[in-house]
């Protein structure tokens, strides 16, 4: 069972998927001042990361 560049590409966005969805609950129920703003921004640039990595899936 090889990995081919898709298969990374889609392991990669499932993994960026779930950092940033969690990061962003870290934002939301865990830090109440500004920090969770930080937590949560950056939560939105990995779901961003990964949107461009499911776009590249099969024209790399």
């Not at 990374?8 to 129920?29: E, P």
């Not at 703003?37 to 990995?46: K, L, Q, R, T």
Request: charged residues 10%.
């Amino acid at each position: 069972m090889g990995m081919n560049k898709n298969t990374v590409l889609a392991w990669a966005t499932f993994i960026m998927i779930f950092v940033g969805i969690g990061m962003i609950a870290l934002g939301a129920f865990k830090y109440d001042e500004v920090a969770g703003w930080g937590f949560a921004s950056v939560g939105v640039g990995f779901l961003a990361v990964a949107w461009v990595f499911n776009a590249l899936k099969g024209r790399v």
